[in-house]
Nanobody, 124 residues
Framework: QVQLVESGGGLVQAGGSLRLSCAASGRIASTYIMGWFRQAPGKEREHVAAISYRGRSSFYADSVKGRFTISRDNAKNTVYLQMNSLKSEDTAVYYC?????????????????WGQGTQVTVSS
């Protein structure tokens, strides 16, 4: 059984920064995409960022380009999302996801496992 455990969410003022972490445990594919999604109240889930196994490919939603950075540590099976210059519209529950084994298509991939979500609230 695969588990994804997120941490790092919280309350921050607009313009501030947060760093989300997601640690994967259990039997997972040796090569897989790791990504972040978010869902704000009353809105559909949005694909925010993703990174391929070797870090050669990455994806960012237009809404976060230049402000968010995704990275991963394969030795720790952990993915990070550094969020800078946060805006009130970034407020959402952020979900970690893994999927797309053996794929480099970081824009569109089938998610095999989801984390439980971590709340990010940006006050204006």
């Amino acid at each position: 059984q695969v588990q994804l455990v997120e941490s790092g969410g919280g309350l921050v003022q607009a313009g501030g920064s947060l760093r989300l972490s997601c640690a994967a445990s259990g039997r997972i594919a040796s090569t897989y995409i790791m990504g972040w999604f978010r869902q704000a109240p009353g809105k559909e889930r949005e694909h925010v960022a993703a990174i391929s196994y070797r870090g050669r490919s990455s994806f960012y939603a237009d809404s976060v380009k230049g402000r968010f950075t995704i990275s991963r540590d394969n030795a720790k099976n952990t993915v990070y999302l550094q969020m800078n210059s946060l805006k009130s519209e970034d407020t959402a529950v952020y979900y970690c996801a893994i999927g797309g084994p053996y794929s480099e298509n970081v824009r569109a991939y089938a998610v095999d496992y989801w984390g439980q979500g971590t709340q990010v609230t940006v006050s204006s």
